[in-house]
């Protein structure tokens, strides 16, 4: 079993960079892709971002290209959100998710354990 807890949610501008950290316990994440995911009020829940296991591949949604990175710290077992030049439109609840796979998948059913989420409110 797997416990992700995510972290470094807040209200900000438009322009503005936030990082979220999301910390696994309850077993190693060094044999499972990661995910980050966003769900707004009255919206499905959309793939944001992934990495492999190793962190050499990444896959984004189209939306955040280019303005979010994610990375990983396998010693620590610790996911990162790093988002910059935010727009109101990122406004989201945001989830850290872990996959049944070593490989990165942008599917929602293929990521077996979720965050509780955290907050991101982007202000214009």
């Known amino acids: 079993q797997v416990q992700l807890v995510e972290s470094g949610g807040g209200l900000v501008q438009a322009g503005d960079s936030l990082r979220l950290s999301c910390a696994a316990s309850?077993?190693?994440?060094?044999?499972?892709?990661m995910g980050w995911f966003r769900q707004a009020p009255g919206k499905e829940r959309e793939f944001v971002a992934g990495?492999?296991?190793?962190?050499?591949?990444?896959k984004y949604g189209d939306s955040v290209k280019g303005r979010f990175t994610i990375s990983r710290d396998n010693a620590k077992n610790t996911v990162y959100l790093q988002m910059t030049s935010l727009e109101p439109e990122d406004t989201a609840v945001y989830y850290c998710?872990?996959?049944?796979?070593?490989?990165?998948?942008?599917?929602?059913?293929?990521?077996?354990?979720w965050g509780q989420g955290t907050q991101v409110t982007v202000s214009s």
């Open positions: 998710a872990a996959s049944t796979s070593i490989m990165v998948t942008m599917t929602r059913r293929s990521y077996a354990y």
């Open positions: 309850g077993r190693t994440l060094g044999n499972n892709a």
């Open positions: 990495i492999s296991r190793s962190g050499f591949t990444t």
